[in-house]
DNA sequence: GTGAACCATGACGCGACGTGAGGGTCAAGG
DNA sequence: CCTTGACCCTCACGTCGCGTCATGGTTCAC
């Protein structure tokens, strides 16, 4: 019942007073109560909006992504929970990927051997979330230039490499699997989440692999019996599901 | 000896090629050479400080501090791999508190329990890269205030924060009980490390511990016997070594 | 020799605020 | 009652890191 000033919220949510009226100003986070006087009065409803709004941005969402997130209806506050720790898990792997590839480095300047700056590239080149695609890639599966891209990346892997993609390739399909569990819809939010963060990592270690490319890998899945073997491994029905929500989610072009 | 044109580039650091205009205008990164035409020419060299620039930038440094950085003769390039691993693993903690934050807020709704919106921010209100040092927080050691917030935050602790207090401290003392072992002096790079996380710590749990605060903490370790009891159980030694290696990192103030 | 795909230099726009300017409000103390 | 200082308000312009045209030159394959 307790209601806050504009510089109380500020202090309690380690921002500025300005950034509180920014979002006041947009109708991100618009406090629910004023004086008399006309000053801004949060209450503690405000403040859990306010808390949401700075963990997404915290995760590198743009306000008006935010706005949407938040005007879901349908999302309930642990969606948004779930949501959140599992790109902070995402976080952890890719931040994990860029310290081995420093330590990697270092190693190398050690021998004195020294990297060619291309090199390097390909290693740290990936951007922090959800990879960058290019848009000159064929758009075709199957295409030559998507096999020789990736025959001219994983050249250079190491085993160390090879590690990391794996382990990152498990959390992703840990995710599916307890999606899968969780009898969480193939068209919902997370199922999209972890599709897109799949691609991402596709596009991230192999080649630049377009909705099309994504969707003629996942045919592969339920059709290619090596494919669908390491699937219904982790969880039975799990390569039929990961095909589903593939499709699902590359129908339109969103984001 | 090869030269990269201007979209080369773009696509092997996954940037834009307006971002490298950017950069070449503010003078950050200008590439080396100039065809007949005028057509910009980046050399390996370039290329190198590029990968070095995005690299400080993904770690979110502003352009300006990049350039400030990078104009440092003294710092070779190991030393900025060095830095940008450290920064990274200090990522790593914090993504990793906020997760289990995340953990503990959804445990606690399934059993009903809905936090108020002030400890939230309590748990996740530090921000990103190093927490928020509040100036107003009184300087001295031994202050009421410091005293005051500990208790405040303290108190609203529940059983899993102190377990997970517990092995982040674990964790950091093993690290300075290796070093010690391994004969680190308590003026290199790993104990500076160690040095700053166990601030950070106690920093995000308890209160925000400056430099000159965290210099009388390690005076407490060595002459109040209930903590140097502490330390010398894990090894013989080990109060007085990371005394010493306090002492010695917060003499400069370097970021 | 003619597209198509590059490159160049302006110049404006935008998101997410920072930073005043100019002026009310509120509680404590003289 | 009046002042003082710490708050609060609403404009409004500035900044940073680019995105996005506009306009025009260059290169190269066909």
């Known amino acids: 019942m307790e209601e806050h000033t504009i510089g109380e919220v500020a202090r309690l949510s380690h921002t500025s007073v300005r950034t509180l009226h920014h979002y006041d100003a947009i ?5 629910s109560g004023r004086s008399a006087a006309g000053y801004r009065l949060y209450s503690a409803e405000d403040l859990g909006r306010l808390r949401q709004v700075l963990s997404y941005r915290e995760l590198g969402f743009s306000l008006e992504e935010i706005a949407e997130i938040l005007a879901d209806p349908d999302a309930r506050a642990d969606d948004h929970l779930r949501r959140q720790h599992r790109m902070l898990r995402d976080r952890q792997v890719q931040t994990q990927a860029l310290l081995s590839a420093i330590e990697k480095e270092m190693e ?10 291309a090199e390097q590239f390909e290693i740290f080149g990936t951007d922090s979330l959800g990879g960058a695609y290019s848009e000159e890639a064929e758009q075709r599966w199957g295409d030559t230039e998507s096999w020789a891209q990736s025959r001219r990346r994983t050249a250079a892997y190491t085993k160390e490499h090879w590690t990391a993609i794996k382990s990152e390739a498990d959390a992703n399909l840990a995710g599916f699997a307890d999606a899968l569990s969780f009898g969480e819809s193939t068209t919902g939010p997370v ?15 192999f080649y630049d692999c377009s909705p099309e490319m994504h969707r003629g890998l996942a045919e592969l899945y339920v059709t290619d019996p090596r494919f ?3 699937f219904e491994d982790v969880a039975p029905g799990l390569a039929q599901y990961v095909h589903d929500a593939i499709c ?5 072009a969103e984001r």
Do not use: C, D, K
């Not at 109708?27 to 406090?31: A, G, H, K, Q, R």
């Not at 190398?108 to 700056?117: D, E, Y």
């Not at 699902?248 to 339109?252: E, P």
């Open 191 to 205: 199922t999209a989440f972890l599709v897109e963060a799949h691609r991402s990592q596709i596009s991230r270690w």
């Open 27 to 31: 109708e991100l986070v618009v406090p």
């Open 228 to 230: 669908t073997a390491t």
């Open 108 to 117: 190398a300047r050690q021998m004195g051997i020294a990297l060619t700056p």
């Open 248 to 252: 699902a989610n590359t129908g339109n």
